[in-house]
């Protein structure tokens, strides 16, 4: 037997050798094998471990550390291309990016495949002429966990040495910011703090929760709570034949619960279908973003509401719900109007009705992003409607084509530029033109004192 391995004497320092020379190298490998269950989110002075950063587009290898980044102020920017805050930033950060160049490194994170990201930055430079290709992740399941958010766009700050130095909204990124922090003056840099989810499940009644059972047998129910902290910001329709309907709002201001109540059934109102006439709109609605929208919500003008109706009453639910508002916010008083208004209406071109053809069939599809509006086997109307929901224009837009039947229908172009839409529009015998119309709009004044 070699006696190195029996005299304690012999031994002990072959053991201290060995045992160096393990650490060594556990230390010189990145965090890939941890387990994304065992990851446990960073906070501002945490350091960030060195761990394994993949599929990373546009840079030297399609893997990085993070040490890789060591000197620079690293900034992540949690992003997703259907994120239209997180798009609007993509010319500032590219202008930053260059502006300090060496000093700063904006590395956007994105949990989207690579097709998909990789299709929208083509778009991109269709649209606006230009080439960006600075480094970015996409597919990501890593970084997201260690820097939980909730919202969209998301920057942690990352020092030289890998530190957690600022988490915060877009409204920090900018030259002055990054420079004060570059001179060591410790810039003063506003936390986003994003609330930690809490468990939801929409299928069930909001609150029920166990208390007096499972909510199986709930007939008819109409609850409001003030904001409640960590729900998201929402809403859902559920209609069944059989046991009836339910409308679920959470975290929403009195203006959603209005747009919703005196919308069809299923659906919400525009804003451009609402006209406030209060001189408490500012507890109605608010123009603020982020987290100052968050702390309006707070401030009692957040609201959770969920309604359930028995299947006999389908067709009284929105009228249910509008008693409701009259009943928990009697400072207000909404009714539907016809007003006189100027819109964008989508017109067929004289002589051209020929060129809009009927659907070749298949799945029904609208889809409408800054660059391209698309529509299969859909209405017109429909792909008005989504329009108006989903598009912060100043004037609704009105379908008077009179065709109803579903058509196929793709066009590059963007409402900002009316003249160039017009243009891929007329392909299809179609155009925008403004007018003045009669539209049934919602009217929210203050309501008068009733007399003694």
Not at 271 to 279: D, K, L, M, N, P
Not at 336 to 344: D, F
């Amino acid at each position: 037997m070699n006696s190195r391995f029996c005299s304690p004497g012999n031994s002990l320092p072959y053991i201290f050798n060995l045992l160096l020379v393990y650490f060594l190298l556990w230390g010189s490998h990145p965090l890939k094998a941890q387990k994304i269950s065992q990851i446990r989110p960073l906070a501002i002075g945490d350091t960030v471990p060195d761990v394994a950063i993949n599929r990373i587009l546009h840079y030297q290898t399609a893997s990085a550390k993070r040490s890789d980044f060591k000197g620079k102020l690293l900034i992540l920017d949690f992003w997703a291309t259907w994120c239209s805050p997180c798009v609007s930033m993509i010319p500032k950060m590219d202008s930053l990016q260059n502006q300090f160049e060496g000093k700063v490194q904006f590395l956007p994170v994105t949990t989207q495949p690579e097709n998909t990201v990789t299709a929208f930055r083509a778009k991109y430079e269709k649209r606006h002429g230009k080439r960006i290709l600075h480094p970015e992740v996409v597919s990501d399941s890593i970084l997201g966990k260690f820097f939980y958010h909730n919202s969209l766009p998301h920057y942690v700050w990352i020092d030289r040495d890998g530190v957690v130095v600022a988490v915060t909204g877009m409204d920090q990124i900018n030259s002055d910011k990054i420079s004060s922090y570059l001179r060591r003056a410790k810039p003063v840099l506003n936390e986003k703090r994003d609330e930690k989810r809490i468990a939801y499940d929409q299928s069930r009644p909001l609150l029920a929760n166990g208390n007096g059972g499972d909510g199986s047998n709930m007939i008819y129910h109409s609850v409001l709570t003030r904001y409640t902290p960590g729900m998201q910001g929402r809403f859902s329709w559920n209609i069944d034949p059989k046991t009836g309907r339910k409308i679920t709002v959470t975290n929403c201001s009195r203006f959603w619960l209005y747009r919703i109540a005196y919308a069809k059934p299923g659906n919400i109102l525009d804003e451009g279908s609402v006209v406030i006439e209060s001189e408490r709109a500012s507890r109605l609605t608010t123009g603020l973003h982020g987290q100052h929208y968050l702390d309006w919500l707070k401030d009692d003008n957040g609201f959770c509401y969920e309604l359930i109706v028995p299947a006999g009453f389908q067709d009284k639910t929105n009228a249910i719900m509008q008693q409701d508002l009259i009943n928990f916010f009697p400072d207000y008083a909404a009714a539907m109007e016809n007003r006189t208004r100027k819109c964008l209406a989508l017109v067929r071109m004289e002589g051209q009705g020929h060129l809009l053809k009927p659907s070749a069939g298949g799945r029904a599809q609208i889809s409408i992003d800054p660059f391209e509006w698309k529509l299969a086997n859909a209405s017109l109307g429909s792909l008005v409607d989504r329009f108006n929901l989903t598009q912060n224009c100043p004037l609704n837009l009105v379908d008077q084509t009179g065709h109803t039947a579903a058509v196929d229908l793709q066009i590059e172009g963007n409402i900002s530029n009316l003249p160039d839409l017009n243009k891929a529009l007329a392909r299809y015998g179609l155009m925008l033109t403004e007018k003045q119309l009669d539209r049934p709009v919602l009217v929210i004044r203050d309501r008068e004192p009733t007399s003694k």
